[in-house]
């Protein structure tokens, strides 16, 4: 069940030419990840909860609470937004 936080999970989003506000892109991220772990099987983890601050340019940083395997663990994430497409990525 763990594999998946080893491996880069990536989303590129068109989105429109304004730039996402950090709570727009959390809102974002928080879907793409649902999407993510539905296609890959993994429909036994839900997300508790997203906290993205941006740190500089078009790098965000933060912590998603996750549920599954009957526990509820907390993994930083790492989020690059370009004002165009984004990607993520869950760290161990």
């Known amino acids: 069940m763990k594999k998946f936080l080893f491996a880069i999970a990536i989303s590129a989003l068109l989105l429109s030419c304004q730039k996402l506000t950090t709570s727009q892109l959390n809102r974002e991220v928080r879907k793409s990840m649902r999407e993510t772990f539905i296609k890959e099987g993994q429909i036994g983890v839900s997300i508790v909860n997203l906290t ?11 912590v998603v609470r996750l549920r ?15 004002g165009d497409s984004f990607a993520w990525e869950i760290l161990d």
């Open 52 to 62: 993205l601050v941006h740190e500089e340019g078009n790098y965000y940083t933060g």
């Open 68 to 82: 599954y395997d009957g526990g509820t663990y907390d993994h930083a994430v790492n989020v690059v937004y370009d």
